[in-house]
């Protein structure tokens, strides 16, 4: 039914589209994913001034017509997150989450998990750069997104099988760590790499666990190839 209505979302990706506009790609924390055209927004006196770019945490008036994309009629920014443009790897680390976000929640369902873990990560990356932007956050908030998204890794025990011990390999085609019995069509995972997972799902954003180069490369084949096959898609390396 065609209406306006207001939500608070983060801008995912912009595009320029025709002569003056912008279309938006949002995560929003009332209607999850939502494309909207921002008209004259790149007009040097639009009243959207800069605030339509990546990572902009804002507060939107949208109309829903009849078409696929919103209009904006209404945005004020949140938070900006200027300290987070000025960083190399912070910047990055924050264009690979909102890609990761972009091809894993495609619905218009909310998803308040998603939503808040993202402007948490958004909100870390411009607090504290070079720690938020480090791989051990980087693929912590990856594995908080799998499972807000429903994708979540089988860590406790086989996945094939259910057998509790010796769980030295990851299969992706399975969904979590497997046993010995179990390995074939897995790749060997370290112990730390398998406690650096279970560690960083159980604990806050902020005090994600280090990675160190292996660790890391293991833990991020394991989320990536999970969604591979289970959420069907493909996730740029998370650092
Ligand atoms: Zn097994």
Not at 65 to 93: E, H
Not at 110 to 122: G, K
Not at 195 to 214: I, K, Q, T, Y
């Amino acid at each position: 039914m065609p209406g306006s209505f207001k939500t608070e979302a983060v801008v995912l990706r912009s595009i320029r589209y025709g002569e003056a506009d912008r279309v938006v790609h949002l995560y929003s924390s009332t209607r999850g994913r939502i494309g909207a055209i921002a008209k004259g927004s790149r007009r040097p006196k639009s009243r959207f001034g800069g605030r339509l770019e990546p990572f902009f945490h804002l507060n939107l008036v949208l109309y829903e017509g009849r078409g696929d994309l919103f209009t904006v009629t209404g945005a004020s920014t949140i938070d900006g997150y200027g300290r987070l443009r000025s960083n190399g790897p912070a910047l990055g680390a924050a264009g690979r989450a909102c890609d990761a976000v972009l091809r894993l929640l495609d619905s218009g369902e909310p998803n308040q998990a998603a939503y808040n873990l993202l402007c948490t990560y958004l909100a870390l990356l411009d607090a504290d750069p070079p720690a938020a932007s480090a791989p051990g956050t980087a693929l912590a908030f990856r594995l908080k997104l799998a499972l807000a998204a429903g994708f979540s890794p089988e860590l406790a025990s086989c996945a094939s099988c259910g057998e509790t011990d010796h769980l030295a390999a990851f299969s992706g085609a399975a969904g979590g760590v497997v046993c010995a019995s179990c390995e074939g069509g897995g790749f060997p995972l370290g112990e730390e790499s398998h406690r650096f997972m279970v560690e960083a799902l159980g604990a806050p954003l902020s005090e994600a666990p280090a990675a160190d180069e292996r660790v890391a490369a293991q833990a991020d084949r394991a989320i990536t190839e999970t969604l591979e096959h289970h959420a069907h898609v493909r996730l740029r390396a998370a650092a």
